[in-house]
């Protein structure tokens, strides 16, 4: 009860009627519904992990050049090697990274070939959505590109991983492979950006230890709101105070599970996680653990597209013959571990200098040549 009404005795019996807010239509709130976006390799690529992770595995792979053996001895590889697709000006380095962006997306990449007088004069590679495939009475593997069939004879595919226990006609990968991890971490992208406009949590309270009618109530929120639009001075009556609920980045982003998806995502495509910004805490790049993350990302990443796409190149090369991707100046040490090794070597007496200098790639110096010890002077007078 106000001053004026205690003064002049109004209202003498008057018990403020409590505000209990109208719960008719409780039924219709629901709770924030999930992202009704499709997985698909498109949408996959819009999450950070999938598309830094594929995007490492193609860099990679992309300075590893392949050479051609026969025996244990390197030779000339064919012209088509070189620039398998000279039709669209495709280097080997293109032609490799985008075979294995399409068996990493769709897992399984497409080759077309194209014979001439003298063997294979350019290969192609096809996107995994342009061909089918079906089977004839047989059991032989029919394909079309665009619709229009194509001699099984002129197409190569590379599955990257086949299902367990089941023949299939395609491979899968990643996204096919572990879906519910993929939506998982698109619905919580989706939750995080959308906090504040699906979720029941008001941006902030208005607040009062005297008891307010519904219409009160309503009047005085509106009012703030109102005072908000042109960020004026907001006046506030009836005792009512203002508290924001704010949230840290970090609580509002949900940054502890998106990292924990993060790490699931690179696991999912082999990729150390300090690819993706995840290296633990305390833990920075030093020499040492940045040759060994290389080492892990082929061990764990690279080695399965590679071994699958040497066997296809090898596949096409003439019999005796295979290709080999060149790994040394991959996964090398770094510098300061060679020099170190080459300390010692140089120490123990089983390396020279200038075959230092050439696995480094340095031209030969003049060494200088073992000094002798001159045979003993004999002083024949003395004899």
């Keep these: 009860m106000g001053f004026i009404d205690r003064l002049f005795g109004i209202n003498d019996q008057y018990q403020p009627e409590t505000f209990v807010p109208n719960t008719d239509n409780r039924n ?3 709770p924030p519904s999930r992202s009704t976006m499709v997985l698909n390799e498109k949408t996959a690529l819009s999450l950070v992990p999938v598309s830094r992770s594929i995007s490492v595995l193609e ?3 992309m300075q590893i050049p392949v050479e051609v053996y026969r025996g244990n001895e390197q030779i000339e590889g064919p012209m088509w090697l070189e620039m398998p697709d000279i039709e669209n000006n495709m280097s080997q380095a293109e032609f490799i990274g ?7 997306l769709f897992g399984n990449a497409f080759w077309q070939t194209t014979r ?20 004839d009475e047989k059991g032989n593997k029919l394909y079309s590109v665009n619709g229009s069939y194509v001699s099984s004879n002129n197409i190569v595919h590379i599955k990257l991983w086949s299902k367990p226990g089941i023949n299939d006609l395609l491979g899968e990968g990643p996204i096919q492979r572990h879906r519910q991890t993929l939506v998982a971490a698109m619905d919580l992208q989706y939750y995080a950006d959308n906090w504040f406009k699906i979720s029941a949590v008001p941006t902030g309270v208005l607040s009062t230890t005297e008891f307010l009618s519904e219409d009160v109530a309503i009047a005085n929120k509106q009012a703030f709101i109102d ?7 907001a006046v506030l009556s009836s005792g009512l105070s203002y508290e924001n609920i704010a949230l840290n980045p970090e609580e509002a982003q949900f940054l502890e599970n998106q990292k924990f998806i993060a790490r699931q995502i690179a ?15 305390g833990q920075g790049m030093t020499y040492t653990n940045g040759n060994e993350d290389r080492n892990k990302l082929y061990e764990d990443g690279l080695q399965q597209y590679i071994v699958r796409i040497e066997q296809a190149l090898s596949d096409l090369l003439p019999r005796g013959q295979y290709a080999k991707f060149n790994l040394t100046s991959f996964l090398r040490p770094n510098q300061l571990i060679r020099f170190q090794a080459y300390g010692l070597a140089l120490d ?7 075959e230092v200098r050439e696995l480094e790639g340095m031209l030969p110096i003049a ?3 073992p000094e002798t010890t001159p045979d003993p002077v004999i002083n024949e007078q003395t004899v």
Excluded at 98 to 104: D, F, G, I, N, S
Excluded at 227 to 233: I, N
Excluded at 267 to 281: A, D, I, K, R
Excluded at 348 to 354: C, P, Q, Y
């Design 59 to 61: 860099t990679a792979i």
């Design 98 to 104: 985008t075979t294995l962006v399409h068996m990493a």
């Design 367 to 369: 060494e200088p040549t």
């Design 116 to 135: 001439g007088a003298r063997g294979i004069a350019n290969v192609k590679v096809l996107h995994p959505g342009s061909v089918a495939i079906s089977t």
């Design 348 to 354: 123990k007496g089983f390396m020279s200098v200038n």
């Design 28 to 30: 219709s709130i629901l």
């Design 227 to 233: 005072s908000q639009v042109d960020r004026t001075v």
């Design 267 to 281: 696991n999912m495509f082999g990729v150390p996680s300090v690819y993706l910004g995840l290296s633990m805490e």
